[in-house]
């Protein structure tokens, strides 16, 4: 998983936003001490933080599970624009070498009687390439399995918008993501818990590092530390 910041407002619009209220701006230390305690106190203390809906940050995130991407949609007060399967898939379908070699699940899990074995198995580094993996083996070798029916039905040339209705949720798929300050709250808040996806849970903690070092005040409080 990668999650790269590609932009983001400025902190001074917000506490524009927020002077705009009062007129206050003649107190304006134009992106200062002051103007970032009056973000603090007023977007998050006094919750008004429909205020903090001016601040916006767009993220790159690739390698996440479609299994994530299904959680991410649910965050609506967010924009998603994701790496199109319809138009992609041929990655898969060029692929010519079998990621099995012809064997079934169970006979995956009776060639193997070390974990440490199974990730640096040939087969699984290149499926790698195509899926997230959990790293419990029964649930990883089922998505293997799959990733070869995937990569046979393309081969007997089915269109793409039919051979997608195939897809394991742990294929990877990458989207440029933008989502405002108050939404980013809930979110990492939501998702830094121990009781969120261990995935989403990765990539919240990976969206809060990424932010820059100023503005990550507004969200430490959201941290699930335990």
């Known amino acids: 998983m990668n999650v790269e910041l590609m932009q983001h407002t400025s902190l001074a619009v917000t506490a524009h936003a927020i002077r705009t209220c009062w007129q206050s ?23 008004h933080a429909s205020t903090l809906e001016h601040l916006n940050y767009t993220f790159y995130l690739s390698g996440i599970s479609r299994a994530l991407l299904q959680e991410l949609a ?3 007060m967010a924009s998603l624009s994701v790496k ?11 692929e010519t070498q079998s990621f099995t070699n012809g064997m079934s699940m169970l006979e995956l899990k009776e060639k193997y009687t070390n974990a440490s074995e199974v990730y640096d198995d040939v087969h699984m580094i290149r499926a790698s390439k195509y899926l997230v993996f959990t790293n419990v ?17 393309l081969q007997d040339a089915i269109a793409n918008d039919m051979a997608k209705f195939c897809l394991p949720e742990s294929y990877k798929t990458e989207l440029t993501w933008t989502i405002n300050a108050r939404s980013l709250q809930n979110f990492i808040s939501l998702r830094t818990s121990k009781s969120a996806l261990w995935e989403i849970r990765d990539l919240a903690n990976m969206v809060y590092q990424a932010l820059p070092s100023e503005h990550q005040y507004l969200f430490e409080s959201c941290v699930n530390e335990e």
Request: no cysteine; hydrophobic share 40%; aromatic share 8%.
């Open 137 to 153: 083996l029964a649930v990883d070798f089922a998505s293997v399995v799959a990733l070869e029916n995937l990569r046979l039905i």
């Open 84 to 94: 199109s399967t319809r138009y992609t898939l041929k990655e898969l379908k060029e």
């Open 25 to 47: 701006f003649d107190n304006s230390d134009e992106g200062g001490e002051k103007d970032l305690a009056l973000i603090d106190r007023v977007g998050n203390k006094f919750k």
């Open 74 to 76: 649910r965050h609506r």
